[in-house]
């Protein structure tokens, strides 16, 4: 079974701190994702990544960036964390896709961190 | 304006009762996937559908994609407690990445 974990399931921090948020997954995906979950506002895509090293920017990446050092491993980082940042966020991987409307290949997601910024 | 709409946006049926919810986009899908969500928890796949026309089922529950290939509907048969939860469709457009729905969130009265 694919098994994609992240670091916390709550985190509380201050206005101003810089934050890190964890996602390792164990299947070999090319594909990893972070989103965002709001009420009345769903899922939204903040960043993703093909590959190691490599990044693009989803819906909302303001505000955050990533890292994605080894496969296994994208870290989505709020530099200076504000009120608006609360959320759940929800990391995803997924094997790479060989085209639109070819293979295709479910996201698979971790449990999600609930972020709270006082 | 959203590119993809779920509805009904919530629901409560009482355990036994069928029910459907629907995703509907704005242009044709090159796929669509249904996933679930417990609440505060991450999302669960349940089906994935990529021909017009296509239709598959798992337990209790039938996923559709019309013909035209953009609308996609999920039934739920006899509908148990353990059904309850966050149904979100997410669609393929060609960009790589999925857009999502806003969800329904589906709730079961014993």
């Known amino acids: 079974d694919v098994k994609v974990t992240q670091s916390s399931r709550y985190l509380v921090k201050r206005t101003g701190e810089k934050v890190f948020l964890e996602c390792v997954q164990d299947?070999?995906?090319?594909?990893m994702f972070w989103y965002r979950q709001d009420p009345g506002l769903g899922l939204r895509l903040i960043y993703f990544s093909y590959d190691v090293k490599m990044k693009e920017k989803g819906d909302i990446p303001e505000g955050y960036s990533v890292s994605r050092e080894k496969k296994e491993r994208f870290s989505l980082i709020l530099e200076s964390a504000s009120t608006n940042q609360t959320s759940m966020y929800l990391c995803?991987?997924?094997?790479?896709?060989?085209?639109?409307?070819?293979?295709?290949?479910?996201?698979?997601f971790g449990p999600g961190t609930r972020l709270l910024v006082l | 304006s959203q590119e993809l709409e779920q509805s009904p946006q919530s629901l409560i049926v009482q355990e036994g009762k069928n029910l459907t919810i629907n995703c509907t986009s704005s242009k044709t899908l090159y796929g669509l996937y249904w996933y679930k969500q417990k609440y505060g928890e991450g999302l669960i796949f349940l089906m994935m559908?990529?021909?017009?026309?296509e239709e598959k089922s798992h337990e209790k529950i039938t996923a559709k994609l019309d013909e035209k290939k953009q609308q996609s509907s999920l039934h739920i048969t006899a509908s148990q407690p353990s059904h309850a939860g966050i149904y979100l469709c997410g669609a393929d457009f060609g960009y790589s990445t999925l857009t999502f729905g806003k969800g329904t969130m589906l709730l079961v009265s014993p």
């Open positions: 995803a991987s997924s094997s790479r896709w060989v085209g639109a409307g070819g293979d295709m290949e479910t996201q698979y």
């Open positions: 299947m070999d995906h090319e594909n």
């Open positions: 559908l990529q021909k017009g026309g």
